[in-house]
C-alpha cells in the first residue's frame, strides 16, 4: 500500500500564476479530503469528494479555487490566479467509506508559497 | 466558543513522565472522536478515536471522554522524546459524519 501520494512536495511560484496540486488515493478508498494549513488557522477542510463526486467544497475559499476527481484514484486542487495568502501547506487525505469513523489517511502535503 | 479547542502549548514533560492533553468542543451532538499527531514537517496520523464516555487504552496512549463536559483529552505515560509532537484533536463537525474539524493543537517536547 503506497499510501495517499501528492505531488509536488514543494512549489514556489510568482503571484498570479496558476498553481495545480495533484493527489492520488489508496486503492479502495473512495472518499477524498483536501485540507489547507497555516499557523493561522490549523487545518480546514476545502473541499470533500465521495465516489469521485463533489460532495462539499463549502471550505473552498473562493472562485481562484476549484478541484476536480477525473477518475477514482486521482484529484486536483488547482489555484488560478495564485496570491501570497495562499501559502500554506495543503494536504488531501483519503478513506475507505463515508463515515469518517474510521479516520482519514494523509498525504505528505505540498508546502506552497506564493511570492 | 470555537467548534475545537486546545491549549496550544507548548507543553514541556520530561522523559518518562506523563503528558497530559485536552480539548474541549462545542457540538454536543458529536459522537465520535480523534487525536492526531503531527511530526513537524510531516502529515497527520490518526493515533486515537474514541467514541463512548470513559477511557481507552492503547499502549501508552489513554483517550479520556466526558460528553456532559465537552471534553477530551489524551494521556500519553512513559513519554518519550519521540513523542515530540503536535497533538491535534478532531471532531466531526455539526451534525456531519465525513467533516473532521481540528483543534490548532497542542505542542508536546519530552526532554530526555
Known amino acids: 500500500d503506497a499510501g495517499v501520494i501528492q505531488s509536488p512536495r514543494h512549489e514556489v511560484t510568482e503571484m498570479g500564476q496558476e498553481v495545480t496540486l495533484r493527489c492520488k488515493l489508496i486503492?479502495?478508498?473512495?472518499?477524498l479530503f483536501w485540507y489547507r494549513q497555516t499557523m493561522m488557522r490549523g487545518l480546514e477542510l476545502l473541499i470533500y469528494?465521495?465516489?469521485?463526486?463533489?460532495?462539499?467544497d463549502s471550505g473552498m475559499p473562493e472562485d481562484r479555487f476549484s478541484a476536480k476527481m477525473p477518475n477514482a484514484s486521482f484529484s486536483t486542487l488547482k489555484i488560478q490566479p495564485s496570491e501570497p495568502r495562499d501559502s500554506a501547506v495543503y494536504f488531501c487525505a483519503s478513506s475507505s467509506n463515508t463515515y469518517v469513523g474510521d479516520g482519514y489517511t494523509f498525504g505528505s502535503g505540498t508546502r506552497l508559497t506564493v511570492v | 466558543q470555537k467548534e475545537v479547542e486546545q491549549n496550544s502549548g507548548p507543553l514541556s514533560v520530561p522523559e518518562g513522565a506523563i503528558a497530559s492533553l485536552n480539548c474541549t468542543y462545542s457540538?454536543?451532538?458529536?459522537?465520535?472522536f480523534f487525536w492526531y499527531r503531527q511530526y513537524s514537517g510531516k502529515s497527520p496520523e490518526l493515533i486515537m478515536s474514541i467514541y463512548s464516555n470513559g477511557d481507552k487504552e492503547d499502549g501508552r496512549f489513554t483517550a479520556q471522554l466526558n460528553k456532559a463536559s465537552q471534553y477530551v483529552s489524551l494521556l500519553i505515560r512513559d513519554s518519550q522524546p519521540s513523542d515530540s509532537a503536535t497533538y491535534l484533536c478532531a471532531v466531526p463537525r455539526g451534525g456531519s459524519n465525513y467533516k473532521l474539524t481540528f483543534g490548532k493543537g497542542t505542542l508536546l517536547t519530552v526532554n530526555p
Open positions: 457540538d454536543r451532538g458529536s459522537q465520535s
Open positions: 486503492s479502495g478508498h473512495n472518499s
Open positions: 469528494f465521495n465516489n469521485n463526486v463533489p460532495i462539499d
